[in-house]
């Protein structure tokens, strides 16, 4: 158990919809991190956000965003879903805006 | 940006066996990870290795920075360590705190 955790495990949803994913970082920790991994993408880095401010932006779709909140907990919010969306996702966790990075268990989400 | 290389894309073994994975990159690393990706998909941590060399009991990894490769040395396999490798960097001085990931080494243990 990494200490972070994320809700909910699995999501199944249609397109057009709109979702939101959780996040809380390990207790301590600053930094959250979210990643995408597809069958056709791998793994791959979707934003930053350190003590509450976006640190950095990696391949994001417009129609996602994110954000942490002063809990440090942080939300990924997709909408108008598409079928190639469907892939899992993870946050990420760690103590300062660099180093170890502790994954959770990610959250399956499945659009029909 | 910076590739991330790892090899080989497979590996079968049998039970017992030892196995050396490898992870090549194509600039100076901050950060360096090991992770397992289990059957069910959680991503463990194993290493944070950006130089030199740790052990984790039947695992082991040594990165060396100045040659821009890293290794992961498994020892006396299990089936439980089935599932997929993935080594994964950040790029040093980008001022920009992301891990890139590589394909992965897809292993198989057999009893």
């Known amino acids: 158990d990494s200490g972070v955790t994320q809700t909910p495990k699995h999501l199944i949803t249609a397109t057009g919809q709109r979702v939101t994913l959780r996040c809380s970082p390990r207790?301590?920790?600053?930094?959250v991190y979210w990643y995408q991994q597809s069958l056709d993408q791998g793994l791959q880095f979707l934003i930053h956000?350190?003590?509450?401010?976006?640190?950095a932006k990696g391949n994001i779709l417009e129609r996602f965003s994110a954000q942490q909140f002063p809990d440090l907990h942080s939300e990924l919010n997709l909408s108008s879903l598409e079928l190639g969306d469907s892939a899992l996702y993870f946050c990420?966790?760690?103590?300062?805006?660099?180093?170890?990075?502790?994954f959770g268990p990610g959250t399956r989400l499945t659009v029909t | 940006g910076i590739q991330v290389e790892q090899s080989p894309p497979d590996l079968i073994l049998q039970e017992g066996a030892n196995s050396t994975l490898r992870c090549n990159f194509s600039d100076s690393v901050n950060n360096l990870q090991w992770f397992h990706q289990n059957p069910w998909g959680q991503l463990i941590n194993l290493f944070y290795i950006p130089s030199g060399t740790k052990q984790n009991g039947r695992l082991s990894a040594t990165t060396v920075a100045t040659e821009r490769y890293s290794l992961l040395y498994i020892s006396s396999s299990q089936t439980t360590d089935s599932g997929v490798y993935f080594c994964a960097v950040e790029r040093r001085n980008t001022g920009f705190q992301k891990l890139v990931f590589g394909t992965g080494t897809r292993l198989l243990v057999s009893p």
């Open positions: 207790s301590g920790d600053l930094s």
């Open positions: 990420a966790s760690s103590v300062e805006g660099f180093g170890e990075q502790y």
């Open positions: 956000y350190y003590n509450g401010e976006e640190r």
